[in-house]
């Protein structure tokens, strides 16, 4: 017998209509720990979970309800529904009401308490930030985007700067020992500046290694400055509190890190600035030294300079005289001649009523050069005309 054989979308349908059917799947009461929870367009999406599972819900008109984050234990009710067209299963929420604590938010609250009471997070105990920073190390995914979004921002900014990756799991059930082993590695690694824990934002399940205590403690052991950037810029974990610097995102920590090669030329030209003001204040030290010692010289040879002054004084004088006097010849012929230019120039004689004779852009003197019907151009002192021969007389 042959197997019938559906397409995705009639198993879909059929799921559906299962789901729809179902009467013990409609107005149902659920509680649980919030592990994810955002907001888009008043439509609120979360992952609601307890000790094995986790379920995928959205709430709409979510401002008619109390403002709710991670960690929250809560009650919700509602259906499950299933969309067909995306193959996605999902509890539509109606209602949501807080029901206490979760369970992983409560131990993340009270560790942060512990190890505040042990001093972990004091300002005293923070390490400053190296002036000059020329190798970085990574403690992140080599498979994720975090690695890439530092080595971009590094890269742009000073592309001088040096990036060691420690590969970890960022989740799991191995992260929080691969965490504590990259920190340790880079706490004596010679060569490092500084180091950047870092992974993307997720569910307090997924950042949930960077809220164990070895972690924490494995931070404030370490011998050189650390750079927490875990999650987005509203998650906060414990190594945030414990770590020398706190970035909202890996892209943070990658600009805290990489001092802006602009910046690094404007510090060398401020410095070069001072350089040059101390060389110029010893060259005027110099040159009051030297300002010193001709003076002194002056002193001895004062009867020989002013001689040479006097001689020099009578020299310009009788110089002067023979310039002015060749001067003024000059100026006489020069004047005569632009006179004479003046009188010879036949524009001038145009403005007087003459005018000049042209046939074929050669001037006409003679009158035996035209004939009768030639075409002439007749020059005056203001614009010309073309005119015919009409009769020759000699």
């Given amino acids: ?105 409560k131990q993340f609250l009270e560790l942060k308490l512990k190890l505040e009471n042990e001093g972990l997070f004091d300002k005293a105990f923070k390490k400053a930030m190296p002036e000059h920073i020329r190798k970085v190390g990574v403690i992140s995914s080599r498979t994720g985007a975090v690695i890439q979004d530092i080595i971009n921002v590094t890269s742009r900014r000073n592309p001088l700067l040096n990036i060691v990756l420690y590969d970890v799991q960022v989740q799991g059930k191995y992260a929080k020992e691969q965490i504590v082993k990259g920190i340790q590695f880079f706490s004596e690694y010679k060569d490092i500046d500084i180091i950047i824990v870092a992974r993307g934002g997720g569910s307090i399940e997924d950042l949930q290694p960077f809220n164990e205590e070895e972690v924490a403690r494995a931070c404030f052991d370490c011998k050189k400055p650390v750079i927490s950037a875990v999650g987005h810029e509203t998650d906060f974990t414990i190594i945030d509190f414990v770590a020398d610097f706190r970035a909202p995102t890996p892209s943070a920590a990658a600009e805290l890190v990489s001092a802006d090669i602009i910046n690094i030329k404007e510090q060398m030209l401020n410095r070069l600035n001072v350089l040059a003001n101390l060389l110029k204040s010893k060259l005027n030290i110099f040159g009051q030294q030297i300002e010193h010692t001709v003076l002194k010289l002056q002193k001895k040879t004062v009867s020989n300079i002013q001689d040479t002054i006097l001689q020099t004084v009578g020299l310009e004088t009788r110089l002067q005289s023979k310039l002015e006097n060749t001067l003024q010849t000059s100026t006489y012929r020069v004047n005569l001649l632009i006179n004479t230019l003046d009188k010879l120039n036949p524009i001038k004689l145009l403005n007087k009523g003459y005018s000049i004779i042209s046939k074929n852009n050669l001037v006409v003197n003679d009158s035996k050069l035209l004939a009768i019907n030639d075409d002439i151009e007749v020059q005056f002192y203001k614009g010309k005309v073309i005119a015919s021969v009409k009769d020759i007389k000699e």
């Fill in 1 to 105: 017998m042959e197997q019938k054989t559906y397409s995705v979308s009639q198993v879909n349908e059929l799921i559906k209509n299962i789901i729809d059917n179902e009467a013990i799947l409609e107005n149902m009461q659920i509680e649980g720990e919030l592990s994810s929870f955002s907001i888009t367009r008043n439509i609120a999406y979360f992952n609601l979970k307890d000790n094995d599972s986790i379920l995928n819900c959205v709430l709409f008109n979510a401002d008619r309800f109390p403002e709710f984050r991670v960690g929250d234990y809560v009650i919700i009710r509602g259906s499950i529904k299933y969309y067909a067209k995306g193959g996605r299963l999902s509890f539509n929420a109606i209602f949501m009401q807080q029901a206490g604590q979760g369970k992983l938010y």
